[in-house]
């Protein structure tokens, strides 16, 4: 029976791998005859050329399916022109699997439908690209869930754990990714559409008896089956994280002759998947906590095994060193001091309809620990918010493990091993032992209920010496993990790091079975080819590598947390894809809107690492995809706040453009928005003329065509008297008090002056003497957006010299706008890294909340009965942070909601800008502006930046105040009068002068003139 099946020569698939393609025709063809969209382009190539792994493979060219139709017609004139495929989900994977040579089909952007879901049933039909959380939140309406959870679960896709059989913190309770697949729609290169899953014997003989490449494959599955079922019983491991391999074991007659099992884990090596339909289970509602300190990560993982026989639904460890990293990154302080002592943790967590219910499970564990001689250190928790921050410890991991100040990089690679869970304890401590050998540092952490365990090593993958000296670690690891009977992954799969060690786990015999089994789906091998069988070496296609050598641009930042090198800032991205996220978060606002991977903020820092490459992009810094990936970048901060590695794209844009626009004329945005200082302090000498200008109904239609604003924003109307002529007439305060500078932003103090104004009243009422700077000062915040950063530079350096007596006397700066206290707290330091007086000022400068919480003791504002809804500039929650905000919103009483909405699409001047003002507004109503439209009119609406409260005013009935405005009210709620609906109205809404007649006319011709003499030498210097 044996003889059937062809046996491929590992010369074979070399020689398939190698063939060349025609890839312009192929492109051409697609093109014709597909919906999805087909990207050939350098850009798009660049940007499919990693996964999460170390690995890079620039693929032929990248195909967007809007359905199954188009994943046929592309696997057909693949075929045609001898082109390998490559499936691929949401790219996180971290072995090298979701990279090659190949035409990429992106399943991601559009094929991510719940096609069908039956409560009753348990299952879910879904399209491959479905985000997992995307199902588990429609499943959870019905008390169910998707068990296998992994860390990634916002992002990635059914598809892609389809691949991988990936697993999760749930998979105690649920098993992992193949345990719960019933049936899957296949696709195989050579053009074959079926759906596969469970077969009894009668169906198998039927379909063989049919004939056709259908029975060939059950006739071959089953001719495999038989010749190696002894062989597979006898050396696949019996334990809970066996992912490494194929899952031949699912063909046994035991399990079914399971071909849809059989299929997942293969990492698009043989088939694409179309659909599939999936089981769901029970989710239980009420959850208890439990929290174990051991003396060190070893003992922790000893006690897994008696833990484990209370059932329950997770079972999760980390160890001291990953505390350790966290403390050294400030990461998540207040939670890390929720945990119990101990110098090695583990997270058991107990599901069940009530919470006594599962409270009472974990008594029971805690009566027993505590009858041991060393008993752990305990803490339970059952309040879900409170867990919640304990879940957040372990999931950022891999965050804590990266970019760890004063610390080499440590890489993926080894990182998912799993044994049988009773041998963890005694594995860990080998493993710990060939780490020091190799003289390597790692945390680790995972899924010790399981025996599987994650850690990132600190390898060295730019030497020959140090990429020897990986090789030869990851080859005694894995005879270290084949010794205790486990798995060389247990999660992420085998890709291109781990395949290459599968002979030590399985034996060639089942080696050559895995070969036989691809070749049965795959006969030319042009599935993913040389990953899981026939691989490329673990050593070759590194992304970087012994000839790895970036160019190293001079730039304005210093990136400090990256010494000094901005190639370096390009290596921080480890590719989780948490800029994925669709649903939460502030990162990334340009990806919740296009959908599309360069406009997230991984899909940019790939573009800029592939830059400095210079070989697929060789633009450098006058590069056009990467300009044009940029170019969606709201420089909202999002990143430097959410991604748990703290990628900061809003700086690398700006660097990127400054250079791009070296000698070259920008947009005429740049110089009207950017400059928006200069422009405003003229207009407000003025502010008739100006406001006429650009608010007279045809005038302003033809100031925005000139200036590059959308025809449907607004321009703001400018104030008279500014914020700082309004206090130079009524004079300073509490001569003697402690002085406080309040920082007149050119948005407030030029546009709105009011939030100052309130702001000044507060301040004295504490006791304070507010110093306005007589100077014209700027903290240069819009030219950062434009890249104009030698003028940054040159305002800030005035800054500093204007203000130094204040600066060393230690005189706190207070500022209303969260994007200019911003600059004082991240872009002024990064430019002006070695200044001791720019390192005073970044400590010295506050929003007004955090003045108020930090400065003044016991501050106690009145109380405020109203409702209201917040929304957080971007800034204010990257940078700052938003728990004094939140402390002064409680102290004042107010029943809030702060809403989980993101950027609000305005960022600064972004939403003006003509081109950018359809994803400004998708931004905008994805949460905040339907929140602002559905709150109850007497809700206070409460918005601290400039832009978020201008995007507001011009797409809802409402206006936000600023937190200082909101304080003021609570001040003088008995005689303002507050308004019971739109308590905003208190404060009167911008308005502009009226002008003569005759001036009308008058201005009205010389401004005309004006914007067309401003046009036309704007436009003739462009087309030069
Ligand atoms: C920080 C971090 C944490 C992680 N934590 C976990 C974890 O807890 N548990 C875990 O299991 N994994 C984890 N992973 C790995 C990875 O996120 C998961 O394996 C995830 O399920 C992959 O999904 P994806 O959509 O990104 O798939 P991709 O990476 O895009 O693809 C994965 C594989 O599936 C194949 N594939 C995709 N779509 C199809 C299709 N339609 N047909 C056939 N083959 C297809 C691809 O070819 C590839 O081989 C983690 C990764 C990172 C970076
Ligand atoms: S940018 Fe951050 S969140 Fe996005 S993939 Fe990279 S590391 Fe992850
Ligand atoms: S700054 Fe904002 S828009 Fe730009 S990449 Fe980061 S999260 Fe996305």
């Given at each position: 029976?044996?003889?059937?099946?062809?046996?491929?020569?590992?010369?074979?698939?070399?020689?398939?791998?190698?063939?060349?393609?025609?890839?312009?025709?192929?492109?051409?063809?697609?093109?014709?005859?597909?919906?999805?969209?087909?990207?050939?382009?350098?850009?798009?190539?660049?940007?499919?050329a990693?996964?999460?792994?170390?690995?890079?493979?620039?693929?032929i060219?990248?195909?967007?399916?809007?359905?199954?139709?188009?994943?046929?017609?592309?696997?057909?004139?693949?075929?045609?022109?001898?082109?390998?495929?490559?499936?691929?989900?949401?790219?996180?994977?971290?072995?090298?699997?979701?990279?090659?040579?190949?035409?990429?089909?992106?399943?991601?952007?559009?094929?991510?439908?719940?096609?069908?879901?039956?409560?009753?049933?348990?299952?879910a039909?879904?399209q491959?690209?479905?985000?997992?959380?995307?199902?588990r939140?429609?499943a959870?309406?019905?008390?169910?869930?998707?068990?296998?959870?992994?860390?990634?679960?916002?992002?990635?896709?059914?598809?892609?754990?389809?691949?991988?059989?990936?697993?999760?913190?749930?998979?105690?309770?649920?098993?992992?990714t193949?345990?719960?697949?019933?049936?899957?729609?296949?696709?195989?290169?050579?053009?074959?559409?079926m759906?596969?899953?469970?077969?009894?014997?009668?169906?198998?003989?039927?379909?063989?008896s049919?004939?056709?490449?259908?029975?060939?494959?059950?006739?071959r599955?089953?001719?495999?089956?038989?010749?190696?079922?002894?062989?597979?019983?006898?050396?696949?491991?019996?334990?809970?994280?066996?992912?490494?391999?194929?899952?031949?074991?699912?063909?046994?007659?035991?399990?079914?002759?399971?071909?849809?099992?059989?299929?997942?884990g293969?990492?698009?090596?043989?088939?694409?998947?179309?659909?599939?339909?999936?089981?769901?289970?029970?989710?239980?509602?009420a959850?208890?906590?439990?929290?174990?300190?051991?003396?060190?990560?070893?003992?922790?993982?000893?006690?897994?095994?008696?833990?484990?026989?209370?059932?329950?639904?997770?079972?999760?460890?980390?160890?001291?060193?990953?505390i350790?990293?966290?403390?050294?990154?400030?990461?998540?302080?207040?939670?890390?001091?929720?945990?119990p002592?101990?110098?090695?943790?583990?997270?058991?967590?107990?599901?069940?309809?009530?919470?006594?219910?599962?409270?009472?499970?974990?008594?029971r564990?805690?009566?027993?620990?505590?009858?041991?001689?060393?008993?752990?250190?305990?803490?339970?928790?059952?309040?879900?918010?409170?867990?919640?921050k304990?879940w957040?410890?372990r999931?950022?991991?891999?965050?804590?493990?990266?970019?760890?100040?004063?610390?080499?990089?440590?890489?993926?690679?080894?990182?998912?091993?799993?044994?049988?869970?009773?041998?963890?304890?005694?594995?860990?401590?080998?493993?710990?032992?060939?780490?020091?050998?190799?003289?390597?540092?790692?945390?680790?952490?995972g899924?010790?209920?399981?025996?599987?365990?994650?850690?990132?090593?600190?390898?060295?993958?730019?030497?020959?010496?140090?990429?020897?000296?990986?090789r030869?670690?990851?080859?005694?690891?894995?005879?270290?993990?084949?010794?205790?009977?486990?798995?060389?992954?247990?999660?992420?799969?085998d890709?291109?790091?781990?395949a290459?060690?599968?002979?030590?786990?399985?034996?060639?015999?089942?080696?050559?079975?895995?070969?036989?089994?691809?070749?049965?789906?795959?006969?030319?091998?042009?599935?993913?080819?040389?990953?899981?069988?026939?691989?490329?070496?673990?050593?070759?296609?590194?992304?970087?590598?012994?000839?790895?050598?970036?160019?190293?641009?001079?730039?304005?930042?210093?990136?400090?947390?990256?010494?000094?090198?901005?190639?370096?800032?390009?290596?921080?991205?480890?590719?989780?894809?948490?800029?994925?996220?669709?649903?939460?978060?502030?990162?990334?606002?340009?990806?919740?809107?296009?959908?599309?991977?360069?406009?997230?903020?991984?899909?940019?820092?790939?573009?800029?690492?592939?830059?400095l490459?210079?070989?697929?992009?060789?633009?450098?810094?006058?590069?056009?995809?990467?300009?044009?990936?940029?170019?969606?970048?709201?420089?909202?901060?999002?990143?430097?706040?959410?991604?748990?590695?703290?990628?900061?794209?809003?700086?690398y844009?700006?660097?990127?453009?400054?250079?791009?626009?070296?000698?070259?004329?920008?947009?005429m945005?740049?110089?009207?928005?950017?400059?928006?200082?200069?422009?405003?302090?003229?207009?407000?000498?003025?502010?008739?003329?100006?406001?006429?200008?650009?608010?007279?109904?045809v005038?302003?239609?033809?100031?925005?065509?000139?200036?590059?604003?959308?025809?449907?924003?607004?321009?703001?109307?400018?104030?008279s008297?500014?914020?700082?002529?309004?206090?130079?007439?009524?004079?300073?305060r509490?001569?003697?008090?402690?002085?406080?500078?309040?920082?007149?932003?050119?948005?407030?103090?030029?546009?709105?002056?009011?939030?100052?104004?309130?702001?000044?009243?507060?301040l004295?009422?504490?006791?304070?003497?507010?110093?306005?700077?007589?100077?014209?000062?700027?903290?240069?915040?819009?030219?950062?957006?434009?890249?104009?950063?030698?003028?940054?530079e040159?305002?800030?350096?005035?800054?500093?010299?204007?203000?130094?007596?204040?600066?060393?006397?230690?005189?706190?700066?207070?500022?209303?706008?969260?994007?200019?206290?911003?600059?004082?707290?991240?872009?002024?330091?990064?430019?002006?890294?070695?200044?001791?007086?720019?390192?005073?000022?970044?400590?010295?400068a506050?929003?007004?909340?955090?003045?108020?919480?930090?400065?003044?003791?016991?501050?106690?504002?009145?109380?405020?009965?109203?409702?209201?809804?917040v929304?957080?500039?971007?800034?204010?929650?990257?940078?700052?942070?938003?728990?004094?905000?939140?402390?002064?919103?409680?102290?004042l009483?107010?029943?809030?909601?702060v809403?989980?909405?993101?950027?609000?699409?305005?960022?600064?001047?972004?939403?003006f800008?003509?081109?950018?003002?359809?994803?400004?507004?998708?931004?905008?109503?994805?949460?905040?502006?339907?929140?602002?439209?559905?709150?109850?009119?007497?809700?206070?609406?409460?918005?601290?930046?400039?832009?978020?409260?201008?995007?507001?005013?011009?797409?809802?009935?409402r206006?936000?105040?600023?937190?200082?405005q909101v304080?003021?009210?609570?001040?003088?709620?008995?005689?303002?009068?507050?308004?019971?609906?739109?308590?905003?109205?208190?404060?009167?809404?911008?308005?502009?002068?009226?002008?003569?007649?005759?001036?009308?006319?008058?201005?009205?011709?010389?401004?005309?003139?004006?914007?067309?003499?401003?046009?036309?030498?704007?436009?003739?210097?462009?087309?030069?």
């Amino acid at each position: 029976m044996r003889h059937i099946l062809p046996i491929l020569k590992e010369s074979d698939t070399e020689r398939t791998r190698a063939a060349p393609v025609d890839a312009q025709a192929l492109e051409h063809e697609l093109r014709a005859s597909i919906r999805g969209e087909v990207r050939f382009d350098a850009g798009s190539r660049a940007l499919y050329a990693t996964d999460g792994s170390n690995y890079r493979q620039v693929p032929i060219g990248i195909v967007i399916p809007k359905n199954a139709e188009d994943v046929i017609q592309t696997a057909a004139l693949c075929r045609r022109y001898n082109a390998p495929l490559l499936p691929r989900g949401g790219g996180t994977s971290l072995a090298g699997q979701t990279c090659n040579t190949a035409v990429v089909i992106d399943m991601s952007k559009y094929m991510g439908t719940i096609l069908e879901i039956n409560s009753q049933k348990k299952i879910a039909r879904i399209q491959p690209g479905l985000v997992l959380d995307a199902l588990r939140n429609v499943a959870e309406r019905y008390q169910l869930t998707f068990g296998p959870d992994p860390a990634t679960h916002a992002q990635c896709t059914l598809g892609g754990m389809i691949g991988n059989n990936s697993c999760g913190t749930h998979s105690v309770m649920a098993g992992m990714t193949s345990d719960n697949i019933e049936a899957l729609d296949i696709l195989t290169y050579d053009g074959l559409r079926m759906r596969v899953g469970k077969t009894s014997d009668e169906e198998l003989e039927q379909i063989v008896s049919e004939g056709g490449r259908r029975g060939d494959i059950y006739a071959r599955l089953k001719a495999l089956r038989d010749t190696y079922a002894d062989l597979i019983r006898e050396r696949f491991p019996n334990i809970p994280r066996r992912v490494s391999g194929y899952n031949l074991d699912q063909l046994l007659p035991e399990n079914g002759f399971h071909i849809a099992r059989a299929l997942i884990g293969t990492e698009g090596t043989c088939v694409t998947v179309l659909e599939a339909t999936v089981h769901l289970v029970y989710s239980p509602p009420a959850r208890a906590l439990l929290v174990l300190g051991f003396s060190d990560a070893y003992i922790a993982a000893e006690h897994v095994p008696e833990i484990m026989a209370h059932q329950p639904i997770a079972l999760e460890g980390f160890d001291l060193t990953l505390i350790e990293n966290m403390r050294k990154k400030n990461l998540h302080p207040a939670e890390i001091a929720l945990l119990p002592e101990g110098g090695g943790w583990l997270l058991v967590e107990f599901g069940s309809d009530t919470t006594e219910e599962s409270v009472d499970q974990a008594c029971r564990l805690i009566e027993q620990m505590q009858r041991k001689e060393h008993p752990p250190t305990i803490k339970l928790f059952d309040n879900p918010k409170e867990a919640a921050k304990i879940w957040m410890v372990r999931e950022s991991g891999l965050g804590a493990t990266t970019g760890v100040p004063g610390e080499p990089h440590h890489w993926e690679g080894w990182e998912d091993a799993a044994v049988p869970p009773a041998k963890l304890g005694s594995y860990l401590r080998d493993y710990s032992k060939l780490l020091k050998k190799y003289n390597y540092t790692s945390a680790l952490y995972g899924h010790f209920g399981q025996g599987c365990v994650h850690n990132r090593v600190d390898f060295d993958l730019t030497s020959r010496e140090g990429i020897k000296k990986f090789r030869a670690f990851m080859e005694e690891a894995a005879d270290i993990v084949v010794g205790y009977g486990g798995s060389i992954s247990g999660e992420h799969g085998d890709g291109q790091a781990r395949a290459e060690l599968l002979p030590k786990m399985y034996g060639t015999e089942l080696i050559q079975a895995f070969r036989e089994f691809k070749a049965i789906w795959d006969p030319d091998g042009k599935m993913n080819p040389g990953k899981v069988v026939d691989p490329y070496h673990l050593d070759e296609n590194l992304r970087l590598g012994p000839t790895y050598n970036p160019a190293q641009p001079a730039t304005h930042f210093k990136f400090p947390d990256d010494e000094g090198s901005f190639a370096a800032t390009t290596l921080r991205c480890v590719g989780v894809g948490k800029c994925r996220r669709i649903d939460s978060g502030t990162m990334c606002p340009s990806y919740m809107v296009t959908r599309e991977e360069e406009h997230s903020t991984r899909g940019r820092a790939r573009l800029l690492f592939e830059m400095l490459q210079g070989q697929v992009l060789q633009g450098g810094w006058r590069d056009e995809h990467v300009k044009e990936a940029l170019d969606l970048c709201l420089a909202c901060k999002g990143c430097k706040g959410d991604c748990p590695v703290n990628v900061d794209m809003a700086t690398y844009k700006a660097e990127f453009l400054s250079h791009y626009y070296q000698g070259k004329l920008r947009p005429m945005s740049a110089y009207t928005m950017g400059l928006i200082y200069w422009w405003a302090r003229l207009a407000c000498r003025v502010p008739t003329i100006a406001n006429f200008l650009t608010q007279a109904p045809v005038l302003s239609d033809i100031a925005k065509i000139a200036i590059g604003i959308a025809p449907q924003r607004r321009l703001p109307v400018f104030a008279s008297p500014t914020f700082k002529e309004w206090f130079r007439q009524r004079g300073p305060r509490n001569a003697d008090a402690p002085r406080v500078i309040l920082w007149p932003d050119t948005f407030n103090n030029y546009l709105y002056p009011e939030p100052l104004q309130a702001a000044v009243e507060v301040l004295e009422a504490v006791g304070y003497q507010v110093v306005v700077p007589e100077q014209s000062l700027c903290c240069g915040r819009p030219l950062y957006d434009h890249g104009m950063l030698e003028t940054a530079e040159r305002l800030l350096r005035q800054i500093l010299n204007t203000l130094e007596p204040e600066i060393i006397a230690g005189t706190p700066i207070v500022g209303l706008e969260p994007s200019c206290v911003a600059v004082f707290r991240d872009e002024l330091t990064n430019l002006f890294l070695h200044d001791e007086n720019a390192k005073r000022l970044k400590k010295q400068a506050f929003v007004l909340s955090e003045f108020l919480e930090r400065k003044v003791e016991h501050y106690q504002p009145p109380h405020l009965q109203r409702k209201a809804v917040v929304h957080m500039h971007c800034h204010h929650k990257a940078i700052m942070r938003t728990a004094p905000e939140e402390a002064i919103l409680k102290k004042l009483g107010l029943d809030y909601t702060v809403l989980d909405s993101g950027c609000c699409g305005m960022a600064g001047s972004f939403g003006f800008e003509k081109d950018h003002y359809d994803v400004s507004i998708k931004s905008g109503e994805r949460v905040l502006l339907p929140a602002v439209r559905s709150a109850s009119k007497d809700m206070l609406i409460i918005a601290d930046g400039f832009s978020c409260r201008e995007q507001i005013a011009q797409t809802t009935d409402r206006r936000a105040l600023h937190l200082a405005q909101v304080i003021q009210l609570a001040m003088h709620q008995d005689e303002k009068g507050m308004t019971k609906e739109y308590p905003e109205t208190t404060y009167p809404q911008p308005a502009n002068q009226p002008l003569s007649k005759v001036s009308i006319a008058f201005v009205g011709s010389i401004g005309l003139m004006l914007l067309s003499a401003i046009l036309w030498t704007w436009r003739k210097k462009k087309a030069r």
